[in-house]
């Protein structure tokens, strides 16, 4: 159950007007009243008796026993309650209390005997409009403060006595959602989604990895969109609005959206927040190109995944706001066949990263610049070490993502818990797309390694994670794990210490596959390929990788 209170209003006929039209695009079917301040008031939509004009003189009559120059111009009340996706079809007279239940919780008839005049008024199966006088029969204007979150609360009841589905209840720190004039614009036009939203993940991928005033403008522009900078006497930008050139006004303009009004974050102050000490040269992973940015990019999500379980809450707050960036790097950069999927999950975490804990900016500085390593090492192919990367940094995404979660839930930041865990399962779903390949090849060169050679990575195992191990050699990734092991020993690691570092400092027996986890912290840790070189010695002109040891 979702209320949206809208700008306050001049007209009380041209509100009436809307919601008894056929809507702006033919939306509106049977309009009708279902509830009212008395119940008595006319319904211009089923009684042929009344008018539309009967409505509005019976609303505004507070109104006009006000001396003229005392009437508030913006006298009209307007808000809007939606069912979510997925529920029953309310009836008439479920709606008329839902009505009821919100205009008292506003404060706009708290049922004193004297509140405000208002109407409640159903054109579609899934919502209803309020509309109300703001003028008390008593004359006083209403105590209608805050009515916006008074709203959510008592919807967050109505929910519960209606076993209607739960909304997680917000903190004011999420973006706009798109108007229903939007919404019916966007599908006139035949487009999936409102100006407001594609301008949205279009600045925010713009965002993603910048350094610079000059490189987030450049950006905006290669984007393709139309952008306005707010110039101060000094020459200063105070702001900017951003526009899709195809998304015109009646009068054939372009619809201008400041960067507040995307999101909280993409304000021009609250980009400069990013800026600061931002590296303006490239690092050695963004010149080694994608396999080895992905890689740095891993190691900074494992720091980030060990602080966000034990930090403080500033530094937390602002890892997790920095994720949300290395996200839109990803996707921004990745192998085309898990584009989809982790564009998904970086706009679904975009809710996940803001919430009223105060980030301490500096403790980002790694992910941020993880996030500038992925940008401009450019897009990564889907195959060999820059797709088996690919696959390391994604587990550890989705490993960051559940640590988010988890945290958010601790400070009950309901919105916020619920994008990460959805972004998380789009990483999971990212992750076996981009993980198929690379694994299969490990695992083949596990199961070719000697059967003694098996049977000692098995009691490492066992030494390692005792409660686990029958768990890990029962899963189908087993081999490529004892592959991943005869491989750093090879090259003089010791396998007991390294397991013993992937395993001590975060709990595994929440992943799909402990063995696929290990698999890329022991290969990131011993600084092996992520994707076994699969091609003959003399073709690559160095010796072949030795995993069997010498007797």
């Avoid at 109104?63 to 009340?77: G, I, M, N, S, Y």
């Avoid at 999950?345 to 390593?373: I, K, N, P, Y």
């Avoid at 022991?522 to 002109?541: K, S, Y």
Wanted: proline fraction near 6%.
């Amino acid at each position: 159950m979702i209320p949206t209170i809208h700008k306050q209003g001049t007209s009380t006929a041209g509100l009436i007007a809307y919601l008894y039209g056929a809507g702006r695009s033919e939306e509106h079917v049977d309009p009708h009243l279902v509830a009212s301040f008395d119940g008595l008031a006319p319904d211009p939509g089923r009684d042929p008796g009344a008018t539309e004009e009967d409505l509005q003189q019976v609303l505004d009559e507070p109104l006009r026993l006000l001396p003229a120059d005392t009437r508030p111009d913006k006298h009209v009340w307007h808000a809007s309650v939606r069912a979510a996706p997925g529920d029953r079809t309310l009836t008439d007279a479920e709606w008329a209390d839902i009505a009821r239940r919100v205009i008292a919780a506003t404060g706009i008839d708290p049922g004193d005997g004297a509140g405000c005049r208002w109407a409640a008024i159903r054109h579609a199966d899934d919502h209803i409009h309020l509309i109300a006088t703001l003028v008390r029969e008593d004359g006083r204007k209403p105590d209608h403060h805050r009515s916006g979150q008074r709203a959510q609360n008592e919807c967050r009841r109505i929910e519960a006595d209606y076993d209607l589905y739960r909304v997680a209840p917000g903190d004011g720190t999420a973006a706009k959602r798109p108007t229903s004039a939007e919404r019916h614009k966007a599908q006139r036009q035949g487009r999936d989604r409102t100006a407001r939203e594609e301008l949205r993940e279009t600045v925010r991928r713009a965002a993603a990895g910048t350094g610079s005033e000059t490189e987030f403008f450049d950006r905006l522009a290669s984007a393709g969109l139309l952008v306005r900078r707010r110039i101060a006497p000094s020459g200063d930008t105070l702001g900017y609005t951003v526009a899709l050139p195809e998304d015109r006004n009646k009068d054939g303009a372009p619809v201008h959206y400041s960067g507040s009004k995307l999101a909280p974050d993409l304000s021009l102050p609250r980009l400069r927040e990013r800026w600061t000490d931002a590296p303006d040269q490239p690092t050695a992973a963004q010149a080694s190109g994608p396999a080895s940015a992905r890689r740095r990019a891993t190691g900074a999500l494992w720091q980030a995944v060990l602080l966000i379980d034990h930090g403080d809450d500033g530094p937390v707050a602002a890892q997790i706001a920095a994720v949300g960036e290395v996200l839109d790097a990803l996707a921004k950069t990745s192998a085309i066949h898990t584009r989809h999927q982790l564009s998904q999950a970086a706009a679904a975490f975009e809710r996940a990263a803001r919430s009223h804990v105060r980030a301490e900016r500096g403790h980002d500085r790694a992910l941020r610049q993880a996030a500038r390593d992925l940008v401009h090492s450019g897009p990564a192919l889907g195959r060999g070490e820059e797709s088996a990367t690919g696959a390391m940094l994604i587990d550890m995404a989705f490993f960051l993502a559940t640590a988010a979660a988890a945290w958010h839930a601790k400070k009950n930041h309901a919105q916020q818990a619920v994008a990460a865990l959805q972004a998380a399962e789009h990483l999971r779903a990212a992750y076996r797309t981009a993980a198929a390949q690379p694994m299969a090849v490990l695992q083949q060169q596990g199961q070719r390694l000697a059967p003694h050679v098996q049977q000692r990575q098995a009691r490492l195992v066992h030494q390692a994670l005792p409660e686990l191990a029958e768990r890990v050699l029962a899963e189908p990734g087993w081999p490529a794990l004892a592959a991943t092991l005869a491989d750093a020993e090879s090259i003089g690691h010791d396998p007991t210490a390294l397991l013993a570092e992937a395993t001590r400092r975060r709990e595994l027996d929440t992943a799909t596959s402990i063995s696929d986890v290990l698999v890329w912290r022991l290969r990131r840790g011993a600084h092996l390929p992520a994707a076994p070189d699969t091609r003959p010695p003399e073709a690559t002109g160095a010796p072949r990788l030795r995993l069997r040891p010498r007797n």
